[in-house]
């Protein structure tokens, strides 16, 4: 690991300032960017410590809503009174995630900065990888691949965001807000994963010295049904091959009066798909409206070649969520 | 690919003071800046309890307590927890006498190497405190079995493997860690 | 008094386990240490440039803290081992550092050492060397059908495929075996291949050297699990006498089959202290430890049973194809069981072994018969659904009484209680032939079942015996606490034969200093070390009677005090041999493709149980390895370039099933006078065979290739199933 300078901010305009310079990066839980600075991954010349601006929060909004400090670890988020009565998917994605250790570490603005776990991405010693050198290639695209995205795979970068906590985000309707050097800004979770241009070295909207200062949630509805379903390849401590939120509002006749379906382990951002929540939108639930409402999540899916399986995995996966959020 | 450095004199990298209640006892430590928390309790404080099995956040074995919360010690820096309280396996017993836990471990046999097992501990007590507080896990949404608003009242086997899959042991020594955790669960 | 043996007494060392006072090879502290870190090769086959190798060196070199890069091109000449000190196992006769080819990925290229482990880790990853790859050989088969032409280059770097005769030393257990009948007879047969991927230990402790030199005596200490062995080739790497060389180590963190030979790494840690005068400190990265201490390869296995209308078996074959490095010999001796654990007049076994571009493998619990029971164990369940027959009732039906490959009786065999007993406990009689019939809440249920062997081993060992004036007596040998337990047993067993209370005996283990034993392995300490200890303690209570009362509190401790050795076993008329039986449940959704192992009925018949509560813990630790391989465990890796890619998955606190494990406990006096025959490895023999029999009950599926991935399980299309 290369050394590099220690800075502590006691303010929020304080980090923004110090990581105004070229190779500073925040650092907070760093259960992601230490891990990547002892691999050589990520070589920043200052850490901006973040870890006691106080941004440890969860309180509700004048909306009815909640606003969650970027401070806050997983673990607070996920156990919090406020998130278990009223978001239970967002608690239930959270503790799908990782260990209970690394969730005490992480904090809500780290899990949404992380970065994939492609292990080309994570490996510098292959040559091949648009995002650590834009225009070098993609080793996972001809290599193994079978953990990678089956959306939006036609493009420089194929690998997966790796978070649990932004797909039941993505399901919740999630506003991230962001203050910069030119000010303050706010950005849904679609909005936070694009980066201005496709340049595959961004994994999101965010420029430099950006600084997420808190994620809100809208006013939940009194009778939510959310389930948030992760497969992987163990029982526990392992990523996503595939993870489902599925959030559905059922009116007084037991019909879809809203849902939200957001996949994880597929793309390199939480993906919703607007065209099967559609579908589910105004009809009863059933097997088959539930088959039909994942064909349509799936139908523009393009797997790789080591990643086709995702597809029926996916599949039945959407399935599956929502038959378990519906019995909520 | 990084590239080699030519230059002549290279600045040394910088250390910090920082200080760390360990187990009680404030130390003063002169660190790398880089350096983890785990190496600076293993070769600095020679404390050796706590173990490197990965170095990666991968399997647990560095589980310590930093402001009594149970973390990984190979991923946290140093200094970027000055200040803090820091509790390892070494400042469990009272003198000769055994905190239950490490008695319960002894009891049902809660190890074979004995490598993972100050992390399986530290994990342990920290599991048992997360729960009485109604701390939740993953195992709390099964679907036959959801006590998410008020948290489970007792741990069930299933959610105290669901809360200690986060420390992998080689050896297979799993069923006899959880008895012994079950054990003092039970006796509280 | 009350005898300990068969009780399950604590672990001696487990106070010192859980208050963190136990030490590893990695907590020894050693004033004035500096740290080394490996760098490695990234390529699988090729060289480096000298030049490049002196420029890496000068920029490692100038990096802060830096006191020393080794390199091959300033490594001092170690010396090639001589062939006989291979003991035909896996060790490297070139030694390392010794010339700029490439001979795998991982291969060690260079040993920096700094103040730091922060600066020493920074160092290394300073130094670029200019590969010049060549092509490499990264699969057996390519080997075999005539990618590499045999050689030798100084009979230290080979190619091409080989045929080995037997298993290491042990003349007994021949790769390539053939009775009966030249020609297949008919019959109904089952004939497929099976595959078993790379598999790592994974110990949690990473391997550890810290290497001090004192006037020209060197003491290491290292996880080993073999310190005879360590100590004498690290004497002949570095032309000094044994006697100038100490080895400690007194716990290691689990071995699993690796640790026990020299591995490279520890000969270069020795180098590097030598050259700064420093003790030297070296751990290895979790990645180095899947290129560096050895791994189980890769195996492809054809199996082909016959058996007759009743279901006699009349022809075994088992042909199985695996590799290893160009520069040592290992064979994984996957067709080993098949030779003897069901009754079959004609046999064929073979082994080839390819030599690619790849680490060294060596020894991983169960050697051979963790793969090949894998293999012989799902060949058996597929032979008895051809017949239509129930997969127990088949095993019952081909039991051999006799080794047959000798016609030695077995000296105590008690493999059809086992199959009865766990059949009882786990409900096999309810069990439906029919695949698919059994279901719960949806998702299909399987039982499957399988026989578990591992052979009786023992070697020579020897025991020290000390009583001190008070009367306490230290009985120790060069063993090693792994996790086995061993130094517990050894005390009981030393209890109970002196007649002294537990807490008067003890017995230490992991230093050179003590009397000579064999490689904690091969499931061989208890009958070896065991046979020794006893013979001490034996003699300890004849002297110890025969002193007269008046005898003082130092001359009585200098007349028990003594070494005493074992042999390697008697000469007899039987084999000793130990068994058991597998019984699980597997549950499989097929929708999202996940497997879960959710109950385990083991019951094995090794003999003597010393400890039940230690043995138990044993196999437990056993089927959950075999759970790994079944279901998860392989090295992920780029083709193109063979390196190593993502995290290796065991299993996790998550992953077990709910445990019932039980003994028959029948002595056994026909390989040491203890009546053990050893339980570190027969938990893993058979759990995948029986896990993908289990899933085959579930889904209908015969899934040979291992590890069983998700994708396998997921639900099939109409057209793609096969039944």
Redesign the interface.
Known sequence: MRTFDHRRAGTVDDAIGLASVPGARYFAGGTNLLDLMKSGVENPTVLVDVNRLGLDAVVRTAAGGIAIGSGVTNSAVANHPLVRTDYPVLSQAILSGATTQIRNMATVGGNLMQRTRCPYFMDPRFERCNKRYPGSGCAARDGFNREHAVFGTGGPCVAVHPSDMAVALAALDAVVHIKGPHGPRAATISQFFSPPAADPDRDNGMAAADFITSVELPAAADTVHGWYLKVRDRRSYAFALVSVAAVLRFDSDGVVASAAVALGGVADRPWRVPAAEAVLTGRRPTPQLFRSAADTALADAAPLSHNGFKLPLARNAVMRALVLATGR | MTTGRTDVTVPPPPTRRIELTVNGVTRTVETDVRSTLLDLLRESLALTGTKKGCDHGLCGACTVEVDHERVLSCLTLAVSIDGAAVGTVEGFADGEHLDPLQQAFVDHDGFQCGYCTPGQLCSARAMLREHARGDLSAASFDPADRDVVDGPQHLSENEIRERMAGNICRCGAYANIVAAISAVHGAS | MVASVGL?V??V????????????S??T?VAGVAYAALVQA?IPHGRVTAESVD??AA??S????VSYVLTPTNCPPLQVLPKELTWDLPLERRPPLSDLTVQHMGQHMALVVAD????A??AA????FDYIAAPAHLDATEVVSGGGAADDVDELIRHGAYRPDHFVKLTDEKLQDFRGPRGEPPGIKVDQTYRTAVNA??????SATVAQWDDGHLTVHDCTRWITGERRVLAAYLNIPEERIRVVSP????A?GSKSFLWMHVVLCAVAAREVGRPVKL?L??DQMFTSTGHRPRTEQQVALVADAAGTIVSTEHHTLTETSTVAHFCEPAGVSSRILYQSPRLAVTHTVARIHAPTPCFMRGPGEAPGLFALEMAMDELAYALGRDPLALRMDNLADVDQTDGRPWSSAHLARCYTTGARRFGWDRRPLQSRSLQRNGIRVGWGMATATYPGRRMPAACRVETDADGHVRFSAATHE????VRTVMTQLAADTTGLPLSQVSFESGDSSFPDAPYSGASQTSASVGSAVFAAAQEWRGRADALPATADGPGRAAALSFTTASGPGPDVDTVSRSFGAHFCEVEVDE????A?VTRWVAVMDCGRVLNP??AT??V??????GLGMA??EQV??????G?L???Y????????P??DISFVDSSDYGLDPIGVRGIGEIGVCGVAGAIANAIHHATGKWLRQLPI???AL??PRDDDRED
């Open positions: 399950p604590n672990r060392e487990g106070v010192d386990k859980v208050t963190g006072k136990a030490r590893y990695a907590d502290q990234q420029a890496a920029t490692a100038a990096a802060p803290g730091s482990p922060e600066n880790v920074h990853s300073l130094m670029d230990h994974y110990p949690i402790e990473l716990l290691v963190g689990g699993f751990v990265t979790r792994i996790g086995t337990g929708q999202i493709g996940r879960t509560k230690l813990n044993q437990m630790g056993g089927i959950l390895f279901l998860m992920p890796h780029d083709p193109h370039t390196r890619l993502g995290e998955y065991v299993p996790t606190h998550a992953d077990r709910a445990f991935t998700l994708e997921l639900e």
